[in-house]
């Protein structure tokens, strides 16, 4: 079983562990709901011990821990459930392959009931030999460091990285502060190497490559607006999902997505209160400024060492468009790269999106760009995208 699929197991059962115990608070052991939610916690068991004979939680700071995971995307609306096994005294709780209905029943009655009584040491060893839980397991613990450090690197980071699901936090992380690192050095000078970069670049093709579906949903959810970085971290990003799906190898993936993520460089040229100020915004002296970007990124990355000829030819062309009415102007028989194609288009839909004033559907953000499918933006891959986002 995938690490992305265990996560998203142990979530399920801690959910439906929740229900059944707020069912049985309203209906006794053997009421119909409670026996059919009874049969889905075993069906999820069940399924997890097809691979593995033990399903161990720990309670951290109101966090279910799994596997050295916290479970940020369910247990912030389970703040009662978590408190159920902190009035027992329950740190650490686990599922033995073997456990039977009648065993998982009782454990919710016990939840269930008045727990002042239960206050001593060893009082879990009571519980255990009463119930006599023989596949249960029910803990106290001397909390170790690293899940405390766990805990607590989430809620220092939650308002910037703890939205993303765990497959993809750690490697978005990496880039977008390694992204941020080397674009504050470079507007201080026009010189750097960017071999960091690379290293960025094939790490998270790497570990993003099994996860894109993750992060493409959570991007649409949330539409993702961490920083000063973030349209050059998400288009990066959503190219390598695109990119994907379009069934490009790695080594070209990898390319492709160093150049998506450097393609706006050339906005360093431009006065701190353009770098992030939206098209739309920008005055007609502003805007002069803002169509010279493409030619000041190529420039600068021309004499930077160890940047790869597409990353230049992407960051020049990726406004040029299809129909060539973009900037800079370029020779009516120069056809631009596919690679510039796929990035402005990629670009495009993250900025939609992003600034967008509400949530919409994927294919209304779609339906904003259809217009300019064959003039802006190349009809085969735009039609590509479309397929790719929506269906």
């Known amino acids: 079983m995938e690490p992305k699929e265990l996560i998203q197991k142990s979530e399920s059962l801690i959910t439906n562990l929740y229900s059944l115990y707020k069912i049985r608070l309203l209906y006794p052991s053997n009421h119909p709901r409670f026996i ?43 703040r009662e459930f978590v408190e159920v096994f902190e009035n027992f005294h329950i740190e650490r709780f686990a599922f033995l392959k073997g456990i039977t209905s009648p065993e998982i029943s009782a454990f919710i009655s016990l939840l269930t009931t008045n727990s002042n009584d239960i206050k001593e040491e060893e009082s879990l060893k009571y519980i255990h030999k009463k119930h006599e839980f023989s596949h249960l397991l029910l803990e106290r613990l001397a909390k170790p460091e690293t899940l405390s450090d766990i805990v607590n690197q989430y809620y220092n980071e939650k308002s910037v990285y703890g939205i993303l699901p765990p497959t993809v936090r750690t490697q978005y992380r990496n880039l977008y502060e390694n992204t941020k690192i080397i674009f504050n050095e470079l507007s201080k000078s026009k010189r750097g190497d960017l071999t960091i970069f690379d290293k960025q670049i094939d790490q998270a093709v790497d570990d993003f490559y099994d996860y894109t579906d993750d992060f493409v949903d959570k991007f649409h959810t949330l539409k993702m607006g961490l920083g000063e970085r973030d349209h050059d971290v998400n288009v990066c990003e959503l190219t390598i999902a695109f990119g994907k799906n379009l069934g490009l190898e790695r080594t070209s ?139």
Do not use: W
Request: proline residues 7%; charged residues 25%; contains cysteine.
């Open 253 to 391: 993936l990898k390319q492709l997505s160093l150049a998506a993520l450097l393609h706006d460089i050339g906005k360093l040229s431009l006065p701190p209160n353009l770098q992030n100020k939206p098209v739309s915004m920008l005055s007609p002296k502003e805007m002069e400024l803002y169509r010279q970007h493409p030619i000041n990124g190529a420039e600068r990355l021309l004499v930077l060492d160890n940047v790869p000829s597409l990353a230049v030819i992407v960051c020049y062309e990726h406004h040029i468009g299809f129909d060539k009415k973009g900037f800079p102007t370029t020779m009516k028989d120069r056809k631009p790269h596919f690679a510039s194609y796929m990035v402005n288009l990629v670009e495009r839909y993250e900025t939609i999106v992003r600034l967008s004033p509400e949530h919409l559907k994927r294919e209304e953000y779609i339906a904003e760009m259809l217009p300019y499918r064959g003039l802006e933006f190349e009809p085969h891959l735009f039609d590509a995208f479309a397929s790719f986002l929506t269906e």
């Open 36 to 78: 059919e939610s009874l049969g889905n916690v075993m069906g999820i068991l069940d399924n997890i011990f097809m691979v593995y004979t033990e399903v161990a939680f720990v309670i951290v700071e109101e966090e279910f821990i799994f596997e050295n995971e916290p479970l940020f995307q369910t247990v912030p609306i389970m």
